[in-house]
């Protein structure tokens, strides 16, 4: 009989136990295997395993997926040909009306839905995606990037779109920034999302500008996506910041000695303001410092990922996330 030594029988139990592990996640697949969706939040974190436990890199803003399959909040998802993980509610369904529609004349395609956002200029006769239609605003797609534009100036099949509305997109009704009378009444009206109630605190607790807090909201997006139950290092990291090893028991001690609950949004913030004031002080001043423009915003989010987060990667990280501060995060609240 063939002898197999330790190491080829430790290979073939991890491959058996890999294949048990994805045979029994639950995977609903639509339209043949496979439905298309777009990075919602600022900037989606990816990860090589289902667990979402090894981080791989992130999307940003806009980017289209094909979602492969889904169990729970995690889905595998194709980007340029390769494979990873994601957590599903970092993004959204496009629900494609039309594969292929035509502009009907020189026309705008809007960064937002809304005529007042920055805007690009293409010609009569350019293929497009119609991904979605709300109104008289279209949701379109071409060479990967997404923006929206009249229904009007589109035709599929030679035949206009009619609009349900007057022909001028109307921008959603913007959410309230939280103005309570205290910041414990934003987090605990739950009238707001995360990532609003992390730059309520930033600007009126912490005291930074709209630069700064954009650079603060780029680096919690891609380290948690601003959920504060987020795990990763194989459960050494925690919460919208990733606080790690001895940083995490930290967090833990500090909400136990304020009678706070480590695990929700309200109590890291507290302890991310408290961390920075005690130990990395010169952070701190920098963010108070920086200039309350979009340079500001990208100046803030490189920063404090390279001197607070400190990832692997720091220079590429810290240059992403400026990007997305500067490009995403301070046009949101500016």
């Known amino acids: 009989m063939m002898k197999t030594n ?5 290979i073939l139990s991890i ?126 797609e071409r060479n990967g990037k997404v923006g929206y534009m009249l229904v009007s100036h589109l035709s599929i099949e030679g035949q206009t779109i009619e609009p349900s509305m007057p022909e001028t997109p109307v921008a959603p009704e913007p959410e309230p920034e939280p103005k309570p009378e205290t910041i414990e009444d934003a987090f605990n009206s739950g009238k707001y999302s995360n990532e609003q109630l992390c730059f309520a605190y930033a600007t009126k607790v912490m005291g930074y500008n709209t630069a700064a807090a954009a650079g603060l909201l780029a680096n919690i997006s891609a380290e948690s996506g601003f959920r504060p139950g987020t795990n990763g290092d194989s459960g050494r990291s925690y919460g919208i910041c990733q606080w790690f090893s001895s940083r995490k028991t930290r967090l833990i001690n500090y909400c136990a000695d304020n009678g706070l609950d480590y695990t929700t949004l309200y109590a890291q913030l507290r302890f991310l303001d408290y961390e920075l004031e005690r130990y990395y002080p010169s952070v701190d001043r920098y963010m108070k410092n920086v200039d309350n423009s979009a340079d500001g915003a990208y100046d803030a989010a490189y920063y404090f990922c390279y001197n607070f987060e400190a990832p692997a990667d720091r220079t590429g990280q810290s240059t992403s996330r400026a990007k997305a501060a500067q490009n995403i995060f301070y046009p949101r609240y500016a």
């Open 6 to 10: 330790r190491s080829t029988l430790r």
């Open 15 to 140: 491959a058996m136990l890999v294949a048990l592990i994805f045979t029994a996640m639950p995977a609903v697949a639509l339209a043949d295997s496979s439905f298309s969706a777009y990075v919602k939040v600022g900037s989606m974190r990816v990860y090589r395993d289902a667990s979402l436990s090894t981080y791989w890199g992130s999307l940003p803003e806009k980017t289209i997926v094909t979602v492969k399959a889904y169990a729970g909040d995690v889905a595998k998802i194709s980007y340029n040909g390769k494979t990873g993980y994601a957590a599903i509610s970092d993004m959204g369904t496009v629900e494609s009306i039309a594969d292929k529609a035509v502009t009907t004349q020189k026309t705008r395609v809007y960064e937002k839905p809304s005529t007042s956002s920055r805007y690009a200029t293409v010609g009569k006769g350019v293929s497009v995606n119609v991904l979605a239609i709300n109104g008289s605003c279209a949701m379109v």
